[in-house]
T-cell receptor, first 111, second 117 residues
């Protein structure tokens, strides 16, 4: 079983603060996705990273894929209440079946 | 990005009845779709992998006779919860795999809230 460990599980911060969410595994993935999910809705894809060491930026969000493609991080700068949600990482393997999902990080940004 | 729809978004049914949930990929073909169940404030729990034109692959502990999956076309998969009971009440989410490009990415539907009375 390929596990993806996400940390922290819960995070509550004030608007304007920075934060980092981690996604770690002992397995190598060919790609890794980050999703954000709001209550009562399906997860929405934020980014896909495929190359070891890759860094992608999406406005205030910075995603990094580890050099060995076993881990990833999501950094949010100057968090806003609209960033509140459940953040999920998912690892995929080329030509494999299902993806492996982390347990999620519930982020609450207080105004 | 790729769009996946799910219908219905909410359903309330009586215990013992069956409920069908549809999952459609709107702008791409999906040979593989996935069905998840999600409990409050928890991550996604994979129930089964739906393969177009063949039988679904169920995860350990998921009753295939209770959760019937049909993937009759490249854009449609259905999940039927048979003889539903209150413990089946949950948020059910489907996803469709888009193999385009170099990555393997799943796109999710908006989910279906099932309440069994």
């Amino acid at each position: 079983t390929q596990l993806l460990e996400q940390s922290p599980q819960f995070l509550s911060i004030q608007e304007g603060e920075n934060l980092t969410v981690y996604c770690n595994s002992s397995s190598v993935f060919s790609s890794l996705q980050w999703y954000r999910q709001e209550p009562g809705e399906g997860p929405v894809l934020l980014v896909t990273v495929v190359t070891g060491g890759e860094v992608k930026k999406l406005k205030r969000l910075t995603f990094q894929f580890g050099d060995a493609r076993k881990d990833s991080s999501l950094h949010i700068t100057a968090a806003q209440p609209g960033d509140t949600g459940l953040y999920l990482c998912a690892g995929g393997r080329t030509n494999a079946g299902k993806s492996t999902f982390g347990d999620g990080t519930t982020l609450t940004v207080k105004p | 990005g790729a769009v996946v729809s799910q219908h219905p978004s909410r359903v309330i049914c009586k215990s013992g009845t069956s409920v069908k949930i549809e999952c459609r990929s709107l702008d791409f073909q999906a040979t593989t779709m996935f069905w998840y169940r999600q409990f409050p404030k928890k991550s996604l729990m994979l129930m089964a992998t739906s393969n177009e034109g063949s039988k679904a692959t169920y995860e350990q502990g998921v009753e295939k006779d209770k959760f019937l999956i049909n993937h009759a076309s490249l854009t449609l998969s259905t999940l039927t919860v048979t003889s539903a009971h209150p413990e089946d009440s949950s948020f059910y989410i489907c996803s469709a795999r888009d193999w385009a490009g170099a990555s393997d990415t799943q796109y999710f539907g908006p989910g279906t809230r099932l309440t069994v009375l």
